[in-house]
């Protein structure tokens, strides 16, 4: 985002206004709520002492095999299978979530975040990818490889029940929990694909000042808290595309000195003048770092599903398959923590260590695996 989002910490907070629902929980009277639609309104309004918005212990076991009938008959079942893949694909060899768990938060963000209140369509549909995603475009050209990844899930479980608005967004959720501390965010299925792309310009852009962009949100019932901290999910991110000159040395640097891990050291580390050289850093992110709001999981998990069913009609149908999600990891110690300190303060974006297989090569930059 650039610059766009240092001075959003500086703009006048609004008075306190009431959380809004979305959709058929606008309408519906408690009595004709499903126990998923009474819970999804409660993580809206916030109240989380009935509605936590994560989900630590609940683990679903397959009745069957993906083929067989009793999967098939069992709505969360594939879902089981899916999330193992994802699992497989998102994290690295030394624990850490890697380029695809990354790629996958983003992604549902971007198409989930195409919703707009006042002026309708958009939504988290799988338009962006069902209708071939824009990864050309500055807005969506680091989500390249996870389109096509998302392509290959769709090839293998579609027929088996999986839409492409589903798995965008179940990719975001076992993006998010794969990476060690990450939040394990309560997971729901039953989007509508849609074949119709939603209006260009409902996503944030870096030449946006801060009011527009915060009235931008809020015209997806996102208010300026809940804003900086989906944005903060670059807690495990990379810088991919900076200036051309740049891009060869710069490319893949962290923005913390634990890259792929989902803690508050990129709070802590952004606004310091002694961190490790490789740390890249937006002059958004001191904004970010020093917003209270941004570093709570919980409030990253509820702000995150709110996003997700942006532009669902029927939020009362959804089910809810918590349980296929990876455990969360609780605790992380790089096991390759030497190796990787060095890394991140070198000058030379061709070091490598050949001995460890945590580590690779890319033909523009030495990259770690799980980064």
């Not at 519906?28 to 998923?36: A, K, Y």
């Not at 609940?58 to 089981?80: F, I, N």
């Not at 380029?99 to 989930?112: I, K, P, S, Y």
């Amino acid at each position: 985002m650039g610059n766009t989002l240092a001075s959003i910490a500086s703009v006048k907070k609004r008075d306190p206004e009431v959380p809004e629902l979305l959709a058929d929980l606008k309408t519906l009277p408690d009595v004709e709520l499903t126990e998923v639609g009474k819970l999804i309104k409660k993580i809206l309004l916030l109240e989380n002492s009935t509605g936590n918005p994560q989900d630590f212990e609940t683990v679903y076991e397959a009745p069957g095999p993906l083929e067989s009938d009793e999967c098939r008959a069992d709505t969360c079942c594939v879902w089981k299978y899916v999330a193992e893949e994802m699992e497989i694909d998102f994290k690295g060899p030394a624990g850490r979530c890697k380029e695809f768990a990354r790629q996958a938060t983003c992604l549902g963000f971007h198409d989930a975040g195409t919703w707009s209140k006042t002026q309708g369509g958009g939504g988290a549909d799988g338009v962006i990818t069902l209708m071939g995603i824009r990864y050309r475009s500055t807005i969506n050209r680091g989500l390249k490889e996870i389109n096509s990844k998302m392509w290959q899930y769709y090839h293998k479980f579609h027929k088996y029940g999986a839409g492409m608005a589903d798995l965008i967004q179940m990719g975001a959720t076992v993006g998010a929990v794969v990476c060690p501390l990450g939040p394990r965010i309560r997971s729901f299925v039953g989007r509508n694909d849609n074949s119709e792309p939603a209006p260009e310009g409902r996503l944030p852009q870096a030449s946006q000042d801060a009011e527009p962009l915060i009235a931008l949100f809020e015209d997806k019932t996102i208010d300026k808290g809940d804003l900086i901290t989906l944005l903060g999910a670059h807690t495990i991110g990379q810088q991919r595309f900076v200036s051309e000159q740049q891009r060869h040395s710069k490319g893949g640097d962290p923005h913390s000195s634990t890259p792929g891990v989902w803690n508050t050291k990129f709070y802590v580390e952004t606004p310091r003048n002694d961190t490790p050289k490789r740390i890249f850093k937006f002059h958004s992110d001191v904004s970010i770092a020093q917003y209270e709001e941004s570093r709570d999981c919980g409030g990253y998990a509820a702000a995150y599903i709110r996003l997700s069913i942006l532009g669902v009609p029927h939020i009362n149908n959804l089910i809810q398959c918590t349980g296929v999600l990876p455990l969360r990891t609780e605790s992380y110690t790089a096991p390759d923590e030497k190796e990787l300190n060095e890394w991140l303060d070198s000058d030379l974006s061709q070091l490598v260590v050949l001995a460890n297989p945590s580590f690779t090569s890319t033909p523009q930059s030495k990259r770690i695996i799980g980064l």
